[in-house]
T-cell receptor, first 110, second 112 residues
Framework: EAAVTQSPRSKVAVTGGKVTLSCHQT?????MYWYRQDTGHGLRLIHY???????EKGDIPDGYKASRPSQENFSLILELASLSQTAVYFC?????????FGKGTRLTVV | GQQVQQSPTSLVLQEGENAELQCNFS?????MQWFYQRPGGSLISVFY???GTKQSGRLTSTTVIKERRSSLHISSSQITDSGTYLC??????????????FGEGTQVTVIS
């Protein structure tokens, strides 16, 4: 069964601290993505990757870095967390017309 | 850049009623997808529908490329249909790139 697993599922971080969100897929998909969703809004693309060891900037990359060490794993890194980065973060993988999302990580920056 | 407008923002349905959700795109439409999101939950693909009409059970999606719009029709609504429906546009024409531009969603509440 296709799966995208995110960890942690929720996190409270301190302003200025470093946060790493992890994503693992077992779909054998080449493409992986990180989106953020703010309360009551749609999703916005932060970073994406077409192949291991390569990442691309999405629509709102400022303040975020990404890392894709293998086809299965894709991380989102907040080097200096800020209050404005409080949101729900979704990882996704896709191939052709298939796209699968993880269950999301609720990040609260205080 | 591309903007995606969804309407209505929310609606409440009596169980058994029908509903139509709209999605309009500001620029030319390449391919699009409808997603269902449970309250506080993940997104599930409902339809990949770049053009024409597709049906799955009680859900029907119609995309009209030249009019830059897509609709999702829910017939005989059930309580389990409650949640948020999001449409998203993909810049690719032959399948998804995954670089989706989302609308803000329509929150559907079905009551008995």
């Amino acid at each position: 069964e296709a799966a995208v697993t995110q960890s942690p599922r929720s996190k409270v971080a301190v302003t200025g601290g470093k946060v790493t969100l992890s994503c693992h897929q077992t779909n054998n998909h080449d493409y992986m993505y990180w989106y953020r969703q703010d309360t009551g809004h749609g999703l916005r693309l932060i970073h994406y990757s077409y192949v291991a060891d390569s990442t691309e900037k999405g629509d709102i990359p400022d303040g975020y870095k990404a890392s894709r060490p293998s086809q299965e794993n894709f991380s989102l890194i907040l080097e200096l967390a800020s209050l404005s980065q409080t949101a729900v973060y979704f990882c996704a993988s896709s191939q052709y017309t298939e796209v699968f999302f993880g269950k999301g990580t609720r990040l609260t920056v205080v | 850049g591309q903007q995606v407008q969804q309407s209505p923002t929310s609606l409440v349905l009596q169980e058994g009623e029908n509903a139509e959700l709209q999605c309009n795109f500001s620029t030319s439409l390449n391919s699009m997808q409808w997603f269902y999101q449970r309250p506080g939950g993940s997104l599930i693909s409902v339809f990949y529908n770049p053009s024409g009409t597709k049906q799955s059970g009680r859900l029907t999606s119609t995309t009209v490329i030249k009019e830059r719009r897509s609709s999702l029709h829910i017939s005989s609504s059930q309580i389990t249909d409650s949640g948020t429906y999001l449409c998203a546009m993909d810049p690719n024409t032959g399948g998804l790139s995954g670089k989706l531009t989302f609308g803000e969603g329509t929150q559907v509440t079905v009551i008995s």
